[in-house]
């Protein structure tokens, strides 16, 4: 029988030490990492996974009052005295809009990370990398790694196996296991007509108030809706990035004309995605990135 099978078995392994926040008295957890298996693929967007817990849920360290985020690695860095009553500013407004301000979620952190480094005056092409991080940490909520799943291909094998899988003889447990875990996989790929069209038929499946039902209503209501919020965002600085693109390298323009490509296809936007393939595929010499528009512009 074809399974799709979700393990977290050898997650990426992290060491930590506590340090003094840059602003304030404070202080924050910094994680870094001390090998990552890379056994788990990796999605048209350029996300990557460890056969396990990402590493991108621990990259964004906390201060654990005043909320102060930035990549680990940058809580060395000394904040400039001109700029440390501004960023307390935005510290104090970013923890306003917290959904609970007593725990910032992944996501949150990389907003508030986002808004610091804005005033740090990091590139649009950085603030743009920082939301597609962030949508990843999301996206793994609901699907992570995924055993099987190496990259677009086998994405899109899974899928087209599906219709054959879906008129077996299955329980109503098994057909509903097996159509959730389509739409997770329709997810990672960007198919996102498809993902829903898996998300309604399992819903014909599950019994109201189940953990299928809360399971179902936690991807369609929160998932879904903020990896496209901060895809937006990303694609908002990408396109920044453009208007002045002589000023970037050869490799950095590629990725930025695939990220833009593969945003507005996950956004549903193929048509105006196809001329950014192909640009991404003339820009540079980055073979994975060829590859993939190469695929993308076929299918």
């Known amino acids: 029988m074809f399974w799709i099978l979700f393990s977290y078995a050898f997650a990426a392994r992290v060491s930590m030490n506590e340090v003094k926040c840059p602003i304030g008295d404070d202080y924050a957890r910094v994680f870094h990492m001390v090998s990552n298996n890379q056994l788990g693929g990796y999605d048209s967007d350029l996300a990557t996974y460890s056969s396990g817990q990402q590493f991108r849920a621990h990259a964004i360290s906390t201060c654990y009052e005043n909320y102060f985020s930035l990549y680990g690695k940058d809580f060395e ?93 299955l329980t109503d447990e098994q057909r509903s296991l097996l159509l959730f875990n389509l739409a997770r996989v329709a997810h990672r790929g960007g198919y996102h007509q498809l993902r829903d069209h898996y998300l309604s038929m399992f819903a014909t499946h599950i019994r109201p108030d189940s953990n299928e039902q809360k399971s179902l209503q936690y991807f369609q209501t929160v998932v879904i809706p903020l990896e496209i919020e901060y895809q937006q965002k990303a694609m908002v600085e990408l396109e920044a990035a453009l208007l002045n693109k002589t000023a970037m390298n050869k490799a950095d323009l590629q990725r930025t004309y695939y990220w833009i490509a593969d945003l507005k296809r996950r956004l549903g936007k193929f048509e105006e995605a196809k001329p950014y393939y192909q640009k991404a595929q003339a820009e540079g010499d980055n073979s994975q990135i060829i590859e993939l528009s190469g695929y993308f512009l076929k299918e």
């Open 77 to 169: 860095t000394p904040i400039p005295t001109e700029k440390q009553d501004k960023i307390k500013q935005i510290l104090a407004e970013q923890k306003s809009k917290l959904l609970d301000p007593k725990e910032p979620t992944i996501w949150e952190r990389y907003s508030i990370a986002a808004a610091i480094y804005r005033e740090l005056g990091r590139s649009h092409l950085f603030l743009a990398q920082l939301y597609i991080e962030a949508s990843w940490t999301i996206r793994d909520t609901i699907v992570g790694y995924h055993r099987g799943l190496e990259g677009p291909k086998s994405v899109s094998y899974i899928l087209e196996q599906a219709p054959k899988e879906l008129i077996k003889s």
